[in-house]
C-alpha cells in the first residue's frame, strides 16, 4: 500500500534554478497547472488510499492560487502535508498568515543554496531571490507553533560546495529555532544535465566542508539530514552527528511506493502514477559490508544512471 502522495501542482516558477531537476522553465511551453477540481480528486485519493503524507510541489506552488485553501483541506483530513517552496512568497507576512490559517501537521521546506545573495541568486539566477528567502524564513518562525516544521535545505553543486561551512553558520545565527538543516545532493536530470559542468562537483570530494558545517550545526543544536550523501563522503564522527545515523530504514522500508501526479499525467493515469521510492538512495553492492550500510543516505538514483561515466569523470 502506497504511503505518500506527491503532487507538483505547477510548473511555473519564479526562479529559474541551474540545477533544476524539472527543468521545464527553458521550454517554450510550460504544462498547466493543477486546477482545483483536480486537486479534489487527488485529495480523495490520498483519503482512500489512506497514505500518510501528502507532498506539494512544482515549480512554484506559492504560485497557486488556491494553494492556502489546499493547504487546509489537507489539514481538515489529518494528513501531514509536506511544502516544498523557493520561499519568496513568503516574505510577505500577510501570505505567510494566509498559507498557515488553520493548517496542522504541516512541514515546509525552503532551499538557501549559499551563505549570501551573491551564491544563492547566481544559483537560482534571479537577482534579490536570497533577500526574499530569507524574509520568506524568518517570517515562518515568527507565526510558528508546535504544527509548523519548518526546514532549510541546502542542494549542493558546483556553485556552492566550498562554502557549506558558511552557509550552515549563517543558518544557525538566521534561524537557531528551525527543525532540521537538511543538505542534498544533486539530481542528475532536467537542467543539470544542459549545465552540467556547471553543475556537477564529486560528492566524494567535498566531505572535509561537509564535516565542519555539521559541526557548526551541532553546537547550535539544529538536527541535520544527509539527502543521498553517502556516510563514507564524511569523516565517521561527522556521520553520527546526522539524524541518519539513528535510522535504520534501508531493509525495512524497501519497495516502499508513492502515488504521482501533475496535469500531465494526469491525462494518461487519471488515479495517479505508481512509482517506488527509496528512502535511501542506492549503493553498490560492494557497500554491504558497511556497518552503516542500513543507516546510509545512500546515492542519488540519477548518479548511478545513464551518466554515470561524465559523472564520475566530470570536474570536482
Do not use: W
Not at 553517502?230 to 553520527?240: D, I, K, N, S, T
Request: aromatic share 8%; charged share 20%; net charge neutral.
Amino acid at each position: 500500500m502506497p504511503k505518500d502522495v506527491y503532487v507538483n501542482l505547477t510548473y511555473r516558477c519564479n526562479n529559474n534554478c541551474i540545477f533544476c531537476a524539472a527543468g521545464l522553465q527553458e521550454r517554450k511551453r510550460v504544462p498547466r497547472d493543477i486546477t482545483v477540481c483536480e486537486f479534489k480528486h487527488i485529495l480523495a485519493r490520498a483519503i482512500a488510499e489512506k497514505v500518510e503524507t501528502v507532498t506539494l510541489n512544482g515549480g512554484e506552488p506559492t504560485l497557486v492560487e488556491y494553494l492556502p485553501e489546499a493547504i487546509r483541506e489537507l489539514s481538515r483530513t489529518g494528513l501531514r502535508t509536506v511544502l516544498f517552496t523557493n520561499g519568496r512568497s513568503l516574505s510577505s507576512l500577510d501570505y505567510c498568515r494566509k498559507l498557515l490559517y488553520n493548517s496542522r501537521n504541516l512541514e515546509i521546506q525552503i532551499p538557501i543554496h549559499g551563505p549570501n545573495g551573491e551564491v544563492h541568486d547566481s544559483l537560482t539566477r534571479r537577482a534579490g531571490s536570497f533577500r526574499e528567502a530569507i524574509s520568506g524564513v524568518l517570517n515562518l518562525l515568527s507565526v510558528k507553533n508546535d504544527d509548523l516544521s519548518v526546514v532549510v535545505k541546502t542542494v549542493i553543486c558546483k556553485g556552492n560546495a566550498s562554502c557549506i561551512h558558511q552557509t550552515a553558520e549563517m543558518v544557525t545565527e538566521l534561524f537557531p529555532s528551525i527543525n532540521r538543516f537538511v543538505v542534498s545532493s544533486l539530481i542528475y536530470q532536467g537542467k543539470v544535465l544542459r549545465h552540467f559542468d556547471n553543475c556537477h562537483v564529486s560528492i566524494m570530494h567535498t566531505g572535509i566542508a561537509f564535516d565542519d558545517a555539521l559541526e557548526v550545526c551541532k553546537h547550535a543544536n539544529i538536527p541535520v539530514v544527509l539527502e543521498k550523501i553517502p556516510a563514507c563522503a564524511l569523516r565517521e564522527g561527522a556521520f553520527l552527528n546526522t539524524i541518519n545515523a539513528s535510522q535504520t530504514k534501508r531493509r525495512i522500508e524497501m519497495g516502499r511506493t508513492m502515488i504521482y501526479f501533475d496535469a500531465t499525467t494526469l491525462r494518461t493515469f487519471p488515479m495517479g502514477m505508481m512509482i517506488e521510492t527509496h528512502p535511501n538512495g542506492v549503493l553498490p553492492e560492494e557497500c554491504a559490508e558497511c556497518k552503516y550500510y542500513d543507516n546510509c543516505p545512500g546515492f542519488q538514483e540519477t548518479y548511478f544512471g545513464e551518466y554515470v561515466t561524465r559523472i564520475t569523470e566530470g570536474s570536482s
